[in-house]
């Protein structure tokens, strides 16, 4: 089976990709991973007052008997305007955890749908040798790339993330901070030689045993 291959900004060359990039989609893993990263994101910091914590005096509103009202009791009760939330939201932990080898392989499968449709490509964001924004868009526009795009950058290559990250639609991200829902809710994908080799080394068909 011939290695898949990617559009080489600013040159009419392809690149080969990394043999991770042929895994076969696995539809159950994706959404698995990509919900796990969204759900991991929140900040879970919501918070409401109940019964017992909102500001209230503990006083009888009225006499129980002898005003021709409904007796009552706490003022506090969420039924009543300024009372607590019944069964409000509290500071938790949306983290949910997926496998190690599951949340590769999820990986391996988002970057494969876009080796398969042809809407990766490889920079090499060393030519970037000082920020440069109307560079960065060239290079996209000469390719055709449809938006959202993704570009995902070595966490040394600072002029080619300062030369992306003001294009509308675009997302620049380190690739040790790079998720399976990034992946896969790109229209494209732009990766550097150095984040290839990264992702390379992490998504290697052959699992770590550490």
């Known amino acids: 089976m011939a290695s898949p291959k990617a559009s080489v900004l600013g040159k009419t060359t392809k690149a080969d990709l990394p043999e991770f990039f042929g895994e076969p989609f696995h539809q159950s893993l994706v959404h698995e991973a990509a919900r796990a990263d969204l759900a991991s994101r929140r900040r879970g910091t919501a918070s409401t007052l109940t019964r017992g914590e909102v500001s209230f005096t503990t006083a009888k509103a009225w006499r129980q008997k002898g005003t021709g009202r409904a007796r009552v009791g706490s003022l506090g009760v969420p039924n009543r305007f300024g009372g607590g939330v019944a069964f409000g939201p509290k500071p938790r932990s949306y983290v949910v955890k997926v496998n190690r080898k599951a949340r590769r392989r999820a990986m391996r499968s988002a970057f494969s749908v876009h080796a398969e449709r042809g809407s990766v490509a490889v ?39 300062k030369s992306f990250r003001n294009i509308p639609r675009t997302t620049v991200l380190e690739v040790g901070a790079t998720g399976v829902a990034d992946v896969i809710g790109a229209a494209s994908i732009v990766l550097s030689e150095g984040a290839l080799k990264t992702l390379e080394e992490r998504l290697g068909t052959k699992e770590a045993t550490a």
């Open 123 to 161: 920079l090499d964001a060393a030519s970037f040798e000082a920020p440069s924004t109307k560079t960065a868009a060239q290079l996209l526009e000469k390719w055709g790339g449809r938006g959202p795009l993704v570009v995902v950058l070595a966490a040394e290559e600072t002029n080619a993330m």
